[in-house]
């Protein structure tokens, strides 16, 4: 079965400080990839995603990921994070029935 | 202009009550889902209706039962709640099936006391 691992849970940064997030699948055939972001209190929205194409892959606010398919991986980055970027970062990938499974997310806190 | 809603968005109940969340989408996208966000932020899958059928049943208990009377609503009843059952519920939708990219509803945080 699917699963999908997120090695850092909670992750402090100041803000202007570079940001990358792991994420590694276990299911080697063709997959979709997403991350997902849960600002505080709030629903899940979709940072960016990943079908095929280019595996360097922009989303919304400044975040990027990379798919590597030869490393089961697909880390999110940002070049320099802000206090507002402060929630829950979500990897989810398909499995092969076509299920969404997430990752157990990772706690981003960005202090002023 | 709410995509995907769902009502309440906080419902404290006893346990052994029987409960019901709605959710609508007004994206008319096929497809439907309920989660389940634990203490941890965990999200698991628990129904998936592909055009009012159900696609989807994870190993859930059988006192959560999914209904959909058409494809813009996924309602999700309890029965008999138990303290375990306290957690985030989400809804989602996608335009197709499974795999595309899923927009989430604003949940609806469960406490069973």
């Known amino acids: 079965a699917q699963s999908v691992s997120q090695h850092n849970h909670h992750v402090i940064l100041s803000e202007a400080a570079s940001l990358e997030l792991g994420c590694n699948y276990s299911y080697g055939g063709t997959v979709n990839l997403f991350w997902y972001v849960q600002y505080p209190g709030q629903h899940l929205q979709l940072l960016l995603k990943y079908f095929s194409g280019d595996p360097l892959v922009k989303g919304i606010k400044g975040f990027e990921a990379e798919f590597i398919k030869s490393k089961f991986s697909f880390n999110l980055r940002k070049p320099s994070v802000q206090w507002s970027d402060t929630a829950e970062y979500f990897c989810a990938v398909t499995d092969l029935t076509d299920k969404l499974i997430f990752g157990t997310g990772t706690r981003l806190q960005v202090f002023p | 202009d709410t995509a995907v809603s769902q009502t309440p968005k906080y419902l404290v109940t006893q346990m052994g009550n029987d409960k019901s969340i709605k959710c609508e989408q007004n994206?008319?996208?096929?497809?439907m889902y309920w989660y389940k966000q634990d203490s941890k932020k965990f999200l698991k899958i628990m129904f998936s209706y592909n055009n009012k059928e159900l696609i989807i049943n994870e190993t859930v208990p059988n006192r959560f039962s999914p209904k959909s009377p058409d494809k813009a609503h996924l309602n999700l009843h309890i029965n008999s709640l138990e303290l375990g059952d306290s957690a985030v519920y989400f809804c989602?939708?996608?335009?197709?099936?499974?795999?595309?990219?899923?927009?989430f509803g604003p949940g609806t945080r469960l406490t069973v006391t």
């Open positions: 989602a939708s996608s335009q197709r099936s499974l795999g595309d990219e899923q927009y």
């Open positions: 994206l008319g996208h096929d497809t």
